[in-house]
C-alpha cells in the first residue's frame, strides 16, 4: 500500500521535472534550429518577397528558381556557372583526402600496436602534437613545399595537405581502438601463415567497422568544411565549395540575392548532414566502443 | 636425439631478464608440461619455440633443426591459446580452414580437412556459426581443432583450460590426454594447475621467475622435488616441511622435531638419505607429503621405515573419501591423511604413521634436496 503511494508521489515529481527538461529541451532545439530554418525557408522564397516580407513567415509563391540558379548559373567573381563545378571540387579533394588518410590512419594504430618497434612511442606522440598544431602556423612553410613540388594551385596539393593532417587524427583513433584488440588473435594469424598486410586485410579491418566510421565522419567534416587551406592552396576555378561559397556571397555585381546565397549554403551544407544521417548512430556507438575498450 | 631441444635460451625485454638460460629436450610424442607460478615466463617461453618472440641468446631446434630464424608460420607448428583468439567475423568452419587459406590449399581439400576435424572433436553442427555464438567449451573445442586440421610437428597449448569451469576442466583435460594417446603427437603444454600437469604430462618442467627449477617424470618431480620451491609448489595439499635437527639415536641417526608442551618427536633417518649426507647437529628441512603420514593401518606395508608416533590432533578436515587430519611440529601445521573411516577426533591423542621411504630432506640454506 505504502509501496503505491510513494511510487505515485514518485511520478508526479518526475512529470513535473520532465515538463521542465522537455521544455529546456524544446527551446533550445528552437534556437538551434531557426536559423536553419530561416535559410532553408528563405532559399525558397522569391526576392520581392524577401524585401517586403517577414523572416520567419513561410514562402507565399514556393519556388526552387534559386536553388537552380545557385547550382547551375549564380556568378561567382567573373564566371557564372553556378557552384557546381566547385561542388565538384569539394567531391574530387575530400573522397581521396578522407579515404588515404583514414587507411593510412588504420595502418598506422595497426603498426603501432601489433607490430611494435623500438621508439614506437616517441613516434606516436609526434603524431599527435600534430594534432594539436594550429592551422595558420604552417600556412607558409606548406605552400612553400607544395610549391617547390609543383603541386600548388591544385586539388591534388590540397589532398595531400588534408591526408598529412588529419593523419595525426586518425592514427589517434585507431592506434586506441586497436589497443584493446587481442594481440593473440594477430599471433594466432602468424601462426597460421598470414602475412602482415593479410593479418590488416582479414583479421584487423573486418573488426574496424565503428572505428572506420568515427574517422570516416571526423575527416569528411572537417575536409568539407575547410575554408583556410581551400583559400590558401587553391585559386580560380580551383577552389572547393566552402571557398566558393564566399566568393558568391560576397560578389558585388548586381542585386544581392539572399535567396541565391541561401540555397547555396545549403548545397554546401548538405553532404555533412547527409553523413551525419547516414552514419551518426555508429559515429556515437563507435566512440563509446573506444571508450570503453580503450 | 631428442625431437624438441631448447638449449641455452635468455629472452629478454630491454633490461628485464624473462628468461634466464633454459636447457630442455622432449622426445617425439613426448607431452611436456610447463607449469610454474603466474608470471614465470612460461608463455614467453612458449612464444620463442612458437618464433612469435624473437629469443635474446640460445637455440631452438625442432626435429633436429635450428629454428631461431623461421617465422612462425615456417616452424610447422600449432598453438592454442589461453583466450582461444577465435578470428570474431569467421565462421568456425572458417576459422579452422583459415591456416590452410593461407597456405593455399585447395578449397576442396580444406572442406575434407574440417569435416575431418569436425568429426573428430564432434562438432560438426557448430561449423556453421560465429565464435560469438559458441559457449566457453565449444570455443575451447574450435581451437583445438583450429590446432589439429594443421597436423603439425608440435603442438603448443598455452592454458588452455583456464578460463573454462571447474567441471569442464577435468573433462578437457582427460579430451586432451586421450588425443594424446590416440595421435601420438609432440606437445608442449603450459599452465599454472599443478594438477594439471601430473595428469597430463610424460615429462614435467617446473618454472620460477624464468629459471628452470626441475625437469622430470611427473612422479620424480612429485616424489623427489629438487628443491623447496618444487616441493611446495607440486601437490594439494602441498608437502609438509618441517624444520628439524639430526640427532644420534640408537647406534645410528634420527630427525628431531620439537613439539610445543611435549617430547619432540623422532623420526628415523630416511633410508633414501645417503649415509653420511648429513651430520649430527645439522638442521635439516624434512619433505612428507600427507598422504605419508596415515593411520597406522593405512600405512604403506611395504615400506622398509614406517614410524609411529603419537599426536595431539588440532583439526579434522573431512574430504570424501579421506580425512586429513592436523597436528603441530616444528611450529607449523602438519597435514596427515587418514582413510575416512578412521576414528579420529579434534583433541584427542592418536598414533600417526609417518612413512619415511617417502619422506625427502632439504639444505635449509642451499633450499636443495639432500641426497
Ligand atoms: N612484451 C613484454 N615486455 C616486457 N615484459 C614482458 C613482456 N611480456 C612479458 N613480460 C614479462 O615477462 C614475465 C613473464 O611473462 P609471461 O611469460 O607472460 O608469464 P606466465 O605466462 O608464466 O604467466 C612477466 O613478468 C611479464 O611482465
Ligand atoms: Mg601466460
Redesign the pocket.
Known sequence: MSGRVETSMAGTGSSASRIVIYGLLLLFAVIFLTPLFVMLITSFKTLDEIRDGNMLSLPQSPTIAPWLSAWGSACIGLTCGGIKGYFANSIEMVVPAVAISTLLGSLNGYVLTKFRFPGHKIIFALMLFACFIPFQAVLIPVARVLGMVGLGNSILGLILVHVVYGLGFTTLFFRNYYEAFPTELIRAAQIDGAGFFQIFRRILLPASGPIIIVTVIFQFTNIWNDFLFGSSFASGDGVPMTVALNNLVNTSTGVKEYNVDMAAAMIAALPTLLVYVVAGRYFVRGLMAGAVKG | MAFLEIKGLF?R??K?E??KGIDLDLELGGFLV?V????????????AIAGL?TISEGEIRIDGQVVNDLRPSKRDIAMVFQSYALYPNMTVAENIAFGMEMRGVPKPERDAAVERVAATLQMGHLLSRKPSQLSGGQRQRVAMGRALVRDPRVFLF??PLSNLDAKLRVDMRTEIKKLHQSTGKTIVY?T?DQIEAMTLATKIAV?RD?ALQQVGTPAEVYNRPANLFVADFMGSPSMNLLTSRVVAHNGGTALELPRPNEAAILLRMPPNVAPGAVQVGQEVIVGIRPEAITDPDGADRNSPLVEIVEAHVDVVEPAGSDTYVVTQASGKEVIARMRSDADVRPGSRIPFAFDLNKAVLFNPESRQRIG
Open positions: 629472452k625485454f630491454g628485464v624473462v628468461l610447463l610454474g607460478p603466474s608470471g614465470c615466463g612460461k608463455s614467453t617461453l612458449l612464444s618472440d598455452d592454458e603450459v599454472h618454472l624464468g
